[in-house]
């Protein structure tokens, strides 16, 4: 597109232009479930600079958002240095969730934190490799699932195409590219590959479908009426917590507590909440609260409706983090392209 518009106007840049869409990988026989699927949603970036140094600052600006996304999250990732392979280009890092099922092969430096592709680390079998940037020799191999990608293109497709601009001279000059993907599917996907057990899913606070899940009486059960009465206070208040849209109501009361709550757990809900036998207690009703990772409580309204507020504002500070950030960092850029 810019190279059929160009040139531009050097006041015009940086520019970053992004896309959202479905790619289709076309492979013989699929592999990797769902992590390496014929379809799949990808973001797409591309950025525009005047030079190699002011590309080398967007880059760090984008990878800076690309950190806290996946701090987000709240899935253990490693940025590791990679190779630019076909893409080209000067500069280029690989975000990857460890996994056993991982199609890539990564060090990882116990002693300094470096972590790198074996593509790039040049591995040899008969020799030792030492980390790059401690020297030291304790790296570990280990499996990874690349689910972002970054790089530094310089001028490699601008050039032979045509994409300029008009530099301060009015003269034109190819512009100083950058690239950025995330596979959003392959996120999605492999978290819950990481994270989840052979008997539960588990997702990410941000990514969870619900936040709440309520499980109600079995009908015809001799505490469904005193049960319910509980069941629709909750109703009210969870949805008013954290969203009613955010709240998974399993009012199947035909099957048993068991089977709902067995299925509730299959899909990983972050807060399952039980309204039982023990709810129609008199002096003291009780809810039965299920976390992920098998946790149980046993808490009264007051305190289950706690949890719920706990983990709502929990979800608000992960997103209202990010975007404070984001906008001081465009605040500040901005002023310092008037000046």
């Not at 518009?5 to 013989?28: A, H």
């Not at 630019?84 to 056993?100: A, D, L, N, Q």
């Not at 002693?111 to 020799?127: I, M, R, W």
């Not at 983090?321 to 850029?333: A, R, V």
Request: hydrophobic share 35%; glycine share 8%; aromatic share 6%.
């Amino acid at each position: 597109m810019l190279a059929t518009t160009s040139p531009i106007s050097y006041r015009q840049l940086p520019l970053r232009l992004y896309q959202i869409g479905p790619k289709f990988r076309d492979e013989l026989k699929t592999r990797f479930g769902l992590m390496r699927a014929k379809e799949f949603l990808m973001k797409d970036m591309y950025s525009f600079d005047v030079s190699e140094e002011k590309a080398g600052e967007t880059y760090a600006i984008v990878s800076a958002a690309y950190d806290r996304l996946f701090k987000q999250l709240e899935v253990p990732f490693v940025k590791v240095n990679a190779a630019t392979g076909m893409m080209g280009g000067s500069v280029s890092h690989e975000y990857h969730y460890i996994s056993p099922v991982g199609e890539d092969t990564l060090l990882q430096c116990s002693s300094c934190g470096f972590a790198g592709n074996s593509e790039v680390l040049d591995v040899k079998p008969e020799s030792p490799v030492s980390c790059p940037s401690c020297k030291g020799s304790d790296l570990k191999e280990v499996r990874g699932v690349e689910v972002a990608h970054t790089f530094v293109l310089g001028d490699k497709y601008s050039k032979p195409l045509g994409a300029t601009f008009l530099n301060t001279s009015g003269k034109p000059q190819s512009l100083v590219m950058g690239c950025y993907g995330i596979g959003i599917t392959r996120v999605i996907a492999a978290a819950l590959e990481v994270l989840s057990s052979e008997q539960e899913l588990y997702w990410p606070c941000l990514l969870a479908p619900y936040d709440v899940c309520l499980i109600g009486p079995k009908q015809g059960s001799k505490e469904q009426s005193a049960a319910e009465l509980i069941e629709n206070e909750l109703l009210s208040k969870v949805g008013k917590l954290c969203g009613h849209q955010e709240l998974l109501h399993d009012d199947r009361k035909e099957l048993t507590i068991g089977k709902r709550l067995l299925e509730a757990k299959r899909l990983g809900h972050p807060l399952t909440i039980v309204v039982g036998a023990k709810a129609a207690q008199q002096d003291s009703p009780l809810l039965e609260v299920h976390l992920s990772k098998g946790e149980k409580l046993e808490l009264d309204i007051n305190e289950a409706l706690k949890l719920v507020a706990e983990h709502s504002q929990h979800k608000k500070n992960l997103l209202n983090c990010s975007f404070l950030q984001d906008k001081e960092e465009y605040i500040s850029q901005s002023a310092g392209q008037q000046h």
